[in-house]
Every structure is written in C-alpha cells, then in structure tokens.
C-alpha cells in the first residue's frame, strides 16, 4: 500500500518512472561543466537527432509552459499573432505567460474537438501588412490535444502548408507527442519533421521524467538566439547534466513509447469500459491517454467520495458534467477496473 | 575513479548530495498532487518556517535566476529600480533577465569587495518623486557575494534599516547564504528574519540539490500574489514533490550546514596554502566557499593544463590574472592539495 | 474647394476644430514649465474636474492606444485578464497593445452590438484564485461602442456593481465620451462618475483635437504611480501646455457637445437618409455618429468609385457588404445628401 | 509683456516656432487619410529625404521618448545591451523605458564630457556569445550630448566603424541633432548617413515644433516591420498630418536652421559673458545651445530669486553647484544679457 494512492487527475500527478532515477543516479558523480556544454548534453542531443532527423536544434527546459513560451519567443516577435485552439494549454492554462513574456496577442479559435483545422485557422489569417493588427506569424496546435484527440500525419501538414504558404511557422505543443505517436503506431518524426512541423515541444514530465521539457527546432535558422532567449528567461538548468540524462533514458531506447503505449492502453480500457455504463458518455474522441466522461452531476460528487486519492479525477466542466480521467505510465488495470467500478456504483 | 574528474570551476559543477537523490527516490510513489498542494510542500514549507520564522512565506522555483527575478517582479514595479553592487549575479550574469522580464532598472555601485555598504546605497537614493527617473525601491546583495566575501549580521541590518526608512525592501540574493551562515556560525535566521530582510532567495542548487532554489517572504503582504507571478513568469513546477522533498531533505537536519561548512573548509585550507606561494595573491579575504587568486598569466595556462577536469577553474579577470577557485560540498582535502600542487608548480 | 475632400472613412480623418487652433496660439507665448507643471495643465484639469467631479484624476496623453493601454497599466498586473467585447478597439485594433505593454490577457466575449452586457460579462469571471488562469481584474466597454451603439447609464451602472461585487474595476474606453452623452443628453458625469465607473478614457482627437487623448481615474487610490507609468510608457509630452489648451477649450465651454452633437445629428441625417434606399440596411442602430450600412458588394465598390475623397469610407465587413460611415465635427448637410446620393445611384 | 517670461531651463519650455503653427493651420483643411497614408506625410518623408539621402526610411512618432526607445526595439533584441555615456537621456531621464520597452540592458559608460570615444565603447563590448550576458548590440550617443558638447563627424565615423566591425549598430539621439550641425555648420547627412549611423532620432520638439520627433532609419532592412513596433508601442499619430506638416516645415526650408544657429549663437553669446564673471566657471565647453556653469551654491539660490520666470534655469549638479542653462529658438539677446547681469549681481 501506498501512502498516496494512484488516481486519474492528472499526468503530472504521477511520479518519475525508475529508469529515470536510474539514470540520474548514474549521472550523480563528479564535475561537469554547468550550463549544457557536457557530454551528457551532447548524448541526449544526439537522441533527439535520432528521432527528428540531424537538423534538429533541441534545447532542454524545465517545464511544459516554458518550453512552449520559449519557442513563442523565438517564433515571432511582440506584434505577431498565434492562432490556436480556444482550448489550448497555451490560451487557458498558462496564467497569461504568452501574452506578457511573449508579447504576441493568442488568436483562439472555437473547435469541436480540441483540433485546429487548416480551414479554421486559415480564417484567422486576416488584416496582414495592417499595421493596427497583430500579425499572424505562428500557428500553434497540441499533440494529442487537451482533450484527449490525436491530429494525423496527414493534418498536420496541411497546417504546415498553409502556414508556410502565408510565411508563417507551425508550432506544435508536444507535451504529450510521444502519447499521439503511440497511439497512432508512428515514429515521432512522422509527426514532426516529416510533417513539416518547424518547432515543438517535447513533454518530457508527463511521460515519466522527474523535471523537464524540451524545445526543438526543426527549420534551420529558428533557434540562433534560443540559447539567449532560454537564459534571459530564466529557463537554463545550471546542473544540465540531470535534465539530459533524463532524456536519453527517455529518448535513447523505448522507454518514451513504453511509458506512453501502457497510458494509453489504460485509457483505451478505460473507456471501453465506460462505454458500457448507463448515463456515462464519453465526451471526446479516445485517442491518446485522457477520458472525457460526461455523468450526472450528482454522480460526480458520488465519485470522488469513492475514490481514495485526494484529487482523483479533475472536473473539467461542471455545467456539462465532463470528468477528465487521465491515464499515465503508471496506471494499473486494476486502477482502471476501480475506477470503473466506483463510476458504475456513482451512477 | 571518476568520469569527469573534480575540479574549481563552478559550485554549479558539482552534482547531488547522495541524501537528496534519496530523499527524492523516498518521495517517487504513488501519486500526488501537482503543482504544490501536496504534503511534501507543506513539509518542506514546515522546514523553511523552522529555519525563518513563522511568517516566513517560502516558494520554491527551478533555479536562481528564477528566484531573484521573480522575486524583483513581486516587490517592484517596472518604473522602480534596484540598487545593487556592480558584481551582482543580477547585474553582469543573468542576460538582462531582471530588465526584460521584471522591467526595472539596476543601478550598479562599484564596490571594494562586492558588498554594498549602506552608505553606498544612500547615495544612489536620489530623484524620489521625479517622474523622469526609475524610483528605487529595492536594495539587493548577494550573500554570499560573488567574490567570495560575507555580510555579517550588523551590515545586514544597517542595509535593512536603510531600505526601511526610504520605504524601500531589502532583498538579498541567498545562492549561497547556507555558506555565509556557516562561515559565521549563525543561524540562517540571523542573516535574514533578524536583521530585517524583506525577501530572500535561498539557493538550492549549488549547495547540493539536484535543481531548485526558493524565494522566501519575510515581510507580511509581499508574498500575495507570488503565485500567479510564479506560474506566468514559468516557474511553477507541476511535479513540485521533488523540489519539495530536496529541500526538507536539505533543512529538515543538518545537511545544508554540513555541506556548506564543509565547502568552506576546503576554501580554508586553498587559501592558507595558497598564501605560502610566491607569485600568488589572494585577491578576496575567503570568508565563504570562493577563493580568488591572482597570478603571472602564464601561470594560468600552465595550470589549466596541468589540471583534469574539462573546465577546471574560471578565469574571473584576464587582464588582472585572477581566477575563481570555488569549493563545493564535495571538493575533498586530496582535491586541494592537489590544486595548490599544480599551482605551486605552474607559477 | 478644398484639396482634401470630406469623406465618412474615419473622425480621425478630419482635423481640428478653428477654436482648438485658436487655443493652441494663445498659448503659445513665452516659456512655460514643461512636462506638466504649468498653469495650462491646471486650468485643464479643473475643466476635467468641473465635468467629473473633484475627485477626478486626470492625466492628457498623446492619443487612445495610450490613454487606453497605460489606464490597463495602472489597473491590473500582468497576470490580470481584462473582459470586453471582441468588438473592442483594444482587442482588434492596437496591434496587441495591451498584451504586449500591459501584459494582461483579454477575455473576448462576443455580443450582438458591440455592447457587453453584465451577463456576459459575469460568464468570464471564472477560476479566481487558479494560478494558471489570468485573473479577471478589469471590466472594459467602449462609450460609444466600436459599432456606434450606446450604454445607457443604467447599463453602465450595472457593469460597475458586477464589476465592484468581484473586485475588479470598470475601465470605459471613451474615445466618443461626448458622442455618447450628447445622444443621450445627460452630462458627460452621468456615464461615468455617477455610473460608478472607475477609470476612462476621454477621447480628444475623435471630437476636434489636433493631438490628444486623457485618462480620468475617478476611483481614489488609482492613479498614485500614474506619472511614472506615463513617462516609463512614453506618454509624456514635454509641450504639456499644447494638449492642455486644447483640452481646456474643448471642455471649458460646450464645445465638446458642439462637436459631438453636430456628428452625431449627421449619422442620424444620414441613418433616416439610408432607411429609404432599397437594397440598404443599417447594421446596428444608429445611436451616435457612426452609421454601419449593410449593401451588396458590386454597389459598394461603385460607390467607392463614385466618391470624391482618397478613402471615402471604411469596409468594415467584406463578407456580409457592411461599410462604415463616420459622421464627424465638420461633416455638412450637404456631405451627407451627396452620399445618400450616390449610394442610391450605387445599389 | 509675456504672461509667462522666457527663461534657460528647458529647450522643451519654449513654444513653437509662428512658421510652425502656420504650416498646421495650412494643413487644418477638409479630411485626410488618417495614420500617415496621406499626401503631408508623403511630403514630410521626401523631406527628410532630401537631407538624409534617398534610402533614408522616417517615421514620425510624438516625443524623444518614443523615437529613443523605439529604435531601439527596432535595433535590438531584449537580450542584446545598448553602449551609452552614464550622462544618456536614456539612461538617467527616461524613468527606465528603455530596459522596461525594449527590453534591452544599458552599458552605461562614464565619460568626462558627455562623448563616449570608440576606445571607451570598445571596453564594453566583452562576453560575445556568452549566454549569460547581454549581448552588445547597439552604440548609442546623443548629439549634442546632454552636456552641451557636439561629436565631430570623424569621431561619429569612428564610432560606426567599431560598431560595424563587431555586427553592432550605431544609433543616434538627435534630440538636438539640428544644433551640432549648426554647430560644425555641416549638413545634417554629414553627422548621420555620411558618417556611417544607422538609426537616429530627429528631434523636433526642441527645435520649434508643437510636437513631434522621428525615427530615421539608414540601413536598409533595419526599419521594415517599424510600422508595427510604432503602433503597438503606442507612437502612432491618427491625424499624422499634423506631424508631418510640422516637420516639413522644419527640414522643407531652412527653419530646422535658423532656430538650431540663433540657438546655438545665444548659447555662446552667454558662454563668452559668463566667462568674464569671477567665480563662475563654465563646467564643459560650450558648443551647441547648452550652457553648463558653476557658481557657488548661495548664488544660484540668489539667482533663481532674482530672476523672474517659474523655473528660469535647472540645477544639474547641486553638489558641484553647477546649474544648466538651454537656449532656445525664441532666446532673445536680451534675455542673455539679462541673465549675465542678474548672475553677475548673484556671485
């Protein structure tokens, strides 16, 4: 028995996965230099290259809203525009950080599924040499989406062919890519580099890691002042050497598709399981490795009576009655059969 | 034998004391709440109370460029300034982050030593009212400074007494104040609550964390809104546990004491040894974990080569001849003996 | 005839009234103290005090994107979020003004007529206290709106009580103040001070100005650091006393409701004018001096054609044929009947 | 008898020149293009043109504030540094908009007469590639300097080349461009495009106008997204015609001319009696329209007794006793001889 038991709020809920630890473990001795110029820096550099082709810049942060603020930075400058999805991290979770560190003004575009199109965002292309309008320079998407949806190799690069059509970037808020590659069974590329994708993010903490996140540049010529950009905004790791060691845990072998295969596994039983209860639907598409259930408000609250941990699930609306049940590396099936168990009794 | 062999350069070289790996492995199960509301964070919040008193408000953040700007954003608005020494981390090694991101000014005060005397500040306490000049409003020293030399107590409270009376704080950059204590043999309250601080930073990182560092309120009414500053400024950790952990791991007993006291200690024995050798002066009186020697610029090269690390010293002043030769909590006696032997010989 | 014909693009389009002229020679006459200290400031403040009450704290700046993005500065912090319509000239058209100098987050909410109405607005007041949401702070609406329609006091006051109930404040962009109170024949205090508005814009250069804007802060406590913000904002003129003269003949007499009336009786002339054209729709009601007329597509770039002046009027909607027509201090009779005119011959 | 007494503390106290308000009368006709698409703009750039040479791109902006802080967001990225005298207006009397605008840190360099050498800025351009250091990007002078003296065209080429030599650029405060031209009696283009600058402001205000100073760019691709830079940082004029016609009549004629020489003439008018009062000594030489003097401190109390504007003259160094003295357009020879004889009486 634990002394806090596992639940399904949130991916950042769980803890580091043991290779991790491992890893810092192992990388626990002597001096390096600080800052990034050591050879474990150099290795997890080369992981990235292994998997987003030899052109790719990385630079590792320490968390999600700094790698997609950071990459915000270096995309455009104050009075340049980002269009993305209303629902997007970056639009609803950030505080305001890519308005007041960026600059640039967020174009949120309404959708049904957490999904930009390039039809709905080539309608936010507007006013362009209109020196009264913040000019449209980067389209920004989640992969997989907040809400749980998964783009394909094939929308993904219609998104950068309208963006590079109007000279504008396609950035990608990875913080669960490696959840959308493996749930769409395709190398990490196809949805990057191959798909013309010009910088991400690459989460690292919700899939296993102690601390860290990722920006890389794919498109030559972005990343020449990152390393001033990363400093000035505060997000340089002096003792590099433990973000980069994380990486090459992750990246080096399989462990990234391991971690993000089981979670969404666990989500697709989950949900299969959920489709067979009474008055609970599931809310979005099952794509990656997070449940959207809609259920009775009074059901909700039975719920989380239930459940031992202390913040089991997160209530994402509670005017529609949408739970969010996150699935993550260390998700059991008996967590799952729990859950489903104590949501069928709630109902 | 090691990997990546000791060596001078940075406090920052070193990597984790095995007690916070430990702490952190105690601290990776099960599931916890992100972001900070947690029982870690509250122990270590405990810990920090322990140490500074009960109204002491402790954030915790990534690293100490975070610590010190977010802590200038909490108590200055842009048109304020803040009065610092010239050798200020703030001032000369953080890439303009305290300017662009909390918007003020700092004006820079030559010093002897890199300690700001209260007469010094005085002077820089001018145009108050006048609408054309930035307003000062925060004092900010590093303790210990950047070259290696400590405040005590009475100096601190004379700064304090100064900021106070103008309606200005005192800040003080703490990214090694655990060393500053020991070398004085106070208690970490006697350099900050009790001398009239307003907000600190307290440095993790250098002193044997894995990463993390913290900003620490003092003054009832600073601290309200830290939260939302901390999160739009990027450094709100979500799996915050395991910044937690390091930091009860760190204050919960002696561990903060034991290595900073012993960083000291081998700054100690450097310099005595050092004084014996002709051709080299010291250019700092050693009172914490930083040693500065001056010395023929041929000797400087000669030594670089003759030592194993990568980097294994930091030229601090080319034209002068000095170099920083920083002790850390895993710097043994072998290490010095065998860096004044190199020295002896180099000269 | 005149060089520049008249058109209904923009009141900006127009220039000064003879009487704004005249002021600005009388005061141009020796020395006088620049930056603010002078008694032409003075007397203009006391006009702005006599309309809004003695507690009115005004400050004149150099034009609206000022006036309004340094009154967000002074209200909120950037991790505070503003609510106005998606309608607002700050949200479209400062080219991300507010993001990028205030630093806050705008909470767009779409409406029927560019007016917010409490329920909408009382929506967006969600998550306060969540760390990772931008605190709603500010209330902002647009007397006379973007799209010529008005708050009634009334209206206003109830934004203000929402506003007060959750406090934040209430902020009226007022670059057509005097349009809206002289349509609705109350005194320019009946839409702000007795509304309970807390901070406006007052618009200059859109009702005769040659150059300036001002921002009333009427809640005490507000405007204390203002100067600094003005200056640090680059909104500080050294001339002062020239946008106070013109400040002092606007509102020591009733030019500003000679100026705004007169517009306003225009758009109403021309309102009643375009209700008879077949195939011509008003788009919103006409409630101050601007006019918004719905009309196909071919008739619009006939009546461009057909038009005398550079840019004659504004497109306002391409895909739904909407153009907008500007009334403004100096528009004639005779302006109004050769458009009705031609926009007959047009359609 | 002037209800307001001329007096030597401002250049900025002074009103505008008649030809100015005439040409803004002239131009009080019918409607224009608002926000510069018009035919006075177009005029006031070919202007500008004619003196700076054809490639030069102008824009017009309110104040020295602005043209100051927006070259440098259009020269610098917020983690480069800006070289300048410690004596800059931008350093010590813009309230900190640079750092807070731009982003960017000031070098600050001190100088025995207000002119930084190339050997002075060639000391601060140190760390290139460091990430944690701001990186040298910009030279910045003011011509005049703040001190009253002028750069010769071969120190300013002097400057350039260093600046280009290392990828940096040359920016230039013209504040009081007009005067040192006058001064060297040179051509404007022979302190600017002939001598290699790269940006500089043109100062207006000082000069004559009502208000209004510009940012002129001189390398090609420097100024291609400033239309956006000066929109969103609040610099855009609406009824720019205003601007424009001001400042063609300032630069069409000889204007600029006659008010920088009669200026400068009454300026070395009060240099050469105030160098035959015992006790009072000029404090730097006097080479543009600005007198530095020092004097015992009782005597400047006497003197601002004696004389009878509100704010007749400015002390500049209360320690020193060293008070300012500026000279204007509408300085009389009388107002000179007046002055000497009351600091005669007062020493």
Redesign the interface.
């Known amino acids: 028995m634990?002394?806090?038991?596992?639940?399904f709020?949130?991916d950042?809920?769980?803890?580091?996965h043991?290779e991790i630890?491992a890893a810092?473990?192992a990388?626990?001795?002597?001096?390096?230099?600080?800052?990034g110029?050591?050879d474990y820096t150099a290795a997890a550099r080369g992981c990235f290259r292994q998997h987003f082709g030899e052109t790719a810049e990385p630079y590792m942060v320490?968390?999600?809203?700094?790698a997609n603020?950071?990459a915000l930075e270096a995309l455009a400058?104050?009075?340049e525009?980002v269009i993305c999805p209303a629902t997007a991290h970056l639009n609803?979770?950030?505080?305001?950080?890519p308005?007041?560190?960026a600059?640039?003004?967020l174009l949120a575009v309404e959708t049904a599924d957490g999904k930009l199109t390039s039809d709905l965002a080539a309608e936010r292309i507007t006013r362009v040499g209109d020196?009264?309008?913040?000019?449209p320079r980067v389209v920004s998407i989640s992969q997989a989406t907040e809400l749980g949806t998964v783009y394909t190799p094939d929308e993904i690069s219609a998104l950068a062919e309208l963006a590079h059509e109007h000279e504008m970037v396609l950035h990608v808020d990875g913080a669960r890519l490696a959840n959308a590659a493996a749930a769409l069974d395709v190398p990490l590329r196809a949805l990057t580099t191959d798909a013309g994708v010009d910088v991400f993010s690459f989460g690292g903490?919700?899939n296993g890691l102690?601390?860290g996140d990722a920006v890389v540049f794919l498109r030559p010529g972005l990343a020449q002042?990152f390393?001033?950009?990363?400093?000035?905004?505060?997000?340089?790791?002096?003792?590099m050497?433990?973000?980069a060691t994380q990486f090459e845990a992750l990246l080096g072998g399989d462990l990234w598709h391991r971690n993000a295969s089981h979670a969404n596994a666990m989500a697709h039983r989950l949900a299969d399981a959920i489709s067979g209860i009474d008055r609970v639907q599931l809310a979005y598409p099952v794509q990656a490795n997070g449940v959207f259930a809609t259920l009775p408000g009074e059901a909700i609250q039975r719920l989380g009576d239930a459940l031992p941990?202390?913040?089991p699930f997160y209530v994402w609306d509670e005017v529609a009655g949408t739970i969010r049940l996150m699935c993550t590396w260390d998700t059991t099936e008996d967590d799952v059969d729990g859950l489903v168990a104590a949501l069928a009794a709630a109902v």
Chains 1, 2, 3, 4 share one sequence.
Do not use: W
């Open positions: 634990t002394a806090h038991p596992r639940g709020a949130s950042n809920n769980s803890g580091a043991p630890l810092i473990a990388a626990n001795e002597g001096h390096v230099v600080a800052y110029d050591d320490f968390n999600g809203t700094g603020v950071l400058r104050p009075y525009a609803v979770d950030e505080c305001g950080a308005e007041r560190i600059g640039v003004k020196q009264h309008a913040s000019q903490t919700k102690l601390v002042d390393p001033f950009i990363r400093k000035q905004s505060m997000q340089l790791a002096s003792k050497r433990f973000l941990a202390s913040l």
